[in-house]
């Protein structure tokens, strides 16, 4: 269906994500000057739909309330792009984005919209980023793209696994 016969050297790309994982979120609640807000979490990644895609499943804090969230991230094998969703207990909400790789195979940025309902903003631009560092650490960013100038991180989650 759609050239997906089988998964490939891009979604193996993704291999060094699976595992179980301890998490640090740091958020910028009052904008990229503030200090962060840092929660703890745990996480989990592994291959589902015969190695296709990449199911990530979540839990710490937010706003001092519980997360708990899950999502998938593949190769579009017909398109040629990463693609993905997100969805947790925070909103009612599914995340999407796509994007790409870059030449080291190391860093993902995806692109797609949020609406911001604290704001009452929607369609906002929303940019992704996983930085893998090594087999045991990888960093997970979200940035703000409304926010403008050169600090648009809103969160940074740091992964490092466990033992």
Excluded at 14 to 27: F, I
């Amino acid at each position: 269906m759609g050239g997906d016969r089988h998964a490939g050297r891009c979604h193996k790309k993704l291999d060094d994500l699976v595992g179980a994982w301890d998490v640090e979120m740091k958020t910028w609640m009052n904008g990229p000057g503030a200090a962060p807000v840092i929660t703890k979490g745990s996480s989990t990644y592994s291959w589902v739909l015969g190695g296709r895609y990449l199911r990530q499943d979540m839990k710490g804090e937010m706003m001092g309330m519980p997360l708990e969230g899950f999502g998938y991230t593949g190769y579009d094998n017909y398109n040629k792009k990463y693609v993905g969703f997100w969805i947790d207990n925070s909103s009612t909400a599914m995340f999407t984005y796509s994007g790409y790789v870059d030449q080291t195979g190391k860093v993902f940025t995806f692109y797609g919209t949020m609406d911001e309902w604290m704001t009452g903003e929607n369609g906002k631009p929303v940019k992704y980023v996983t930085r893998i560092l090594s087999r045991d650490k990888n960093v997970f960013e979200i940035h703000d793209l409304a926010i403008g100038g050169a600090d648009t991180k809103v969160v940074e989650m740091t992964y490092t696994r466990k033992k």
